[in-house]
């Protein structure tokens, strides 16, 4: 079964500043999809990036970017230029290529920015 | 377009009744999602659909948890016999199978059970 860790349960920046969630999981797929979900204080998760296992190239996403190091099977996500708006919980997830569409979350990371 | 809705947004319940959550996926969208969202927790899967088809209900954490989408739309999750531990947020998603892999959720239904 796959799992995900997110180390960090609570993370803070500055406005305007750049952080850094971090993000690994075990698998023994070759084929997946990571994600990130934002969900702030409303409970509404929204999807931030995606990431196809089989790209070598890193998403991007305006002020969002992600670091997938298949080998190492990490996956963090940068958020450049900090806004008071993108304080929320944040979820790396997880999901197959093949069979089951279920995602599997982290435990969450709960970012704070302060102006 | 409307985005997923959840009816109610709060359930109380007492310990032993039976409750039914109610999900309406975006329309046009085949797959179905439940999640379990403990306080201070990440989502964790319960069971999914593609149409009316559950495909998926490993997630399920005891027999008296019961999902169903007879239609192919709407979902219905029902917990029998309430129990303190299944108080948690409950969080439907949708999405269009495989092409778009997004799953979009809805606002989720709180359950507390006293």
């Known amino acids: 079964a796959q799992t995900v860790t997110q180390s960090q349960p609570e993370m803070s920046v500055q406005e305007a500043e750049t952080v850094t969630l971090s993000c690994t999981y075990d698998?023994?797929?070759?084929?997946?999809?990571l994600f990130w979900y934002k969900q702030p204080p409303s409970r509404q998760m929204i999807l931030v990036i995606r990431?196809?296992?089989?790209?070598?190239q890193n998403a991007t996403e305006n002020r969002f970017s992600v670091n997938f190091q298949k080998a190492a099977k990490s996956f963090s996500l940068k958020i450049s230029d900090s806004q008071l708006g993108d304080a929320a919980m944040y979820f790396c997830a997880y999901r197959s290529l093949g069979g089951s569409e279920k995602l599997v979350f982290g435990k969450g990371t709960k970012l704070t920015v302060n102006p | 377009g409307a985005g997923v809705s959840q009816s109610p947004r709060y359930k109380v319940a007492k310990r032993g009744q039976d409750v039914a959550l109610r999900c309406d996926p975006i329309s046009g969208h085949v797959s179905l999602f439940w999640y379990q969202q403990a306080l201070g927790q990440g989502p964790e899967f319960l069971t999914y659909f593609q149409n009316e088809a559950q495909l998926d209900k490993s997630g399920l954490p005891s027999d008296r948890f019961f999902a169903e989408r007879p239609e192919g739309s709407v979902s219905t999750l029902k917990i029998q016999r309430t129990q303190q531990e299944d108080s948690a947020v409950y969080l439907c998603?949708?999405?269009?199978?495989?092409?778009?892999?997004?799953?979009?959720f809805g606002p989720g239904t709180r359950l507390t059970v006293l």
């Open positions: 698998t023994s797929e070759s084929d997946y999809y």
């Open positions: 998603a949708s999405s269009r199978p495989r092409t778009s892999n997004e799953q979009f």
């Open positions: 990431q196809e296992a089989y790209k070598q």
